[in-house]
């Protein structure tokens, strides 16, 4: 039989799985082994090899166009150069203390004229400066609506990459419209409509690049997928650069979507986790076969198919059927009604809440560092990569759980520092600059960590309406974030300490997740728990 499976192959025809094949009663494989995913990855098709690279690869590029479509607003919604016109015959820079509030309007002018920025063209200046924060956290707020939807339609009919598809589309629509805003209100629209979209992008890139990884790499390679976001924020730094009128910027930076959409998401393929949980065993099958043919294992044995976690102990006789059963449905309901995964599930939107707040009001507060805005940004993206690195390296040695407990207080207690000092002169606020800089190195960790986490805490049934809510709160705690950095002088950085050391204190109460299985159901998950080897 595997014999003919191979001549199938070679001859470009359909390759259905062995256990749909008319030798099946030949053979007499009427009842063949049932297997978990994890099984198959270890076993017949291995953990990570070249096929998982490339397609986390491949996945993780959308995590690119989430950093350009998150940061492009502050180069675009930047407050441009202006100089005082002294007199009809010269002009004299306005000094950086300057503010041209208290100036007649005929007085002044934009040096680069009213196209340069939002706010020079639409006037969001002195008592309507308040607008830019507004237009940020509407987008956020559009993220936080758009993780919760397409969350749901990444676990139900869409699947991982028919969201990822549709989100990435939206992202380039959305963001070429918003280059075309006539008034601040149609901005606005098109922010909070790009938002919606950009909420369900690196989320449903995450899980279609983790899911077919193997346990024992599960953890480094999700944690990969966010140097992608952090190079995104580094490049749309070079290109503000060059291209300054927010208009043509927003046009650029929706041009990477256009390329990923065209050129990228053909090489994509499904989640064979997702197949097997909505029923489609044979479509899982083979994935699986073309993952172990790529990483140069030998064909997966015609008595093995994949089952569900909750069916592998089953005694129930295998049929052909298998191969196209019904799907297995779950919604945040299942999550909420289990007392397991309730618990769970509420620390986790708190923790990432809080992880974000000190996250996004770290990168907002080093603004004010008065440097050149585009290296900052760019500094700030390239701080975050060592968090990233270390993270990954130490994370299969100390665990999930300690390794998030450690970053968040690692955080929390240089913002106390920085909040303990009073003095922002001299040598002090340079104290002040790294205090906040190893504090947006421990968090980076933190927020790279804790998708990680999250998806591993949620079987694949409601995986992603899991991490939808958490992404709610995420964005959540991006959208109040800027009204923390108002408050300014030493507060932000005691909020953030506050946040920081909760946060990791509340981790403590969360199961340990490194080694374990991914579940496929809820009953998967609760028959698990209910061994007395289950640790928590």
Known sequence: MSTLLLNRQLDGGDLRSPLVSPALNEYNYSNPKKITMDEMLEKYCGDFGLWQLRHLVLASLAWFLQGVHVMVMLFADREPAWRSLTSHAGYT???????????????WEWLDGKGSSTRSEFGLICGDKFKVGLVQSIFFAGCMIGGGVF??????????????????????????????????????????????????????????????????????????????????????????????????????????????????????????????VRGKVDEAMKIMQKIAVSNGKSNIPDDVILALDSEVNESVPYSQSDTNKDAVNGSILDVLRSPITRIWFFLAVTINFLCSVVYYGLNLNAVNLGTNLYLNVALNAVSEIPGYFLTALVLDRFGRKSLAIGTMWFSGIFCLGGSLLTSANGAWKVVRMVCGLLGIFGIAGTFNLLFVYSMELFPTVVRNAALGCVNQAVHLGAILAPIVVLLGGTVPFAVFAACGIAGGFLVTYLPETLNKPLYDTMDGLQEAEAKPGFVA
Request: proline share 5%; with cysteine; net charge positive.
């Open 93 to 107: 820079p306005c000094s950086t203390a300057g503010s041209m509030c208290g100036l007649e309007p005929s007085s």
């Open 151 to 276: 969350g749901h339609l990444s676990d139900s009919k869409l699947g991982r990459k028919g969201t990822l598809a549709t989100v990435c589309i939206l992202d380039a629509i959305f963001g070429i419209l918003t280059a075309f805003s006539s008034n601040y209100s149609t901005y606005a629209l098109f922010r909070f409509l790009t938002g919606l979209s950009v909420g369900g992008t690196g989320l449903s890139a995450f899980v279609l690049a983790t899911e077919p990884v193997g346990q024992s790499w599960r953890g480094v390679a999700g944690m990969s997928t966010f140097y992608f976001f952090s190079i995104g924020i580094i490049a749309l730094s070079a290109i503000a650069y060059f291209i300054q009128p927010w208009r043509a910027l927003y046009i650029a930076s929706s041009i990477p979507s256009v390329i990923f959409v065209v050129f990228v998401l053909p090489f994509l393929h499904e989640s064979p986790r997702w197949c097997l």
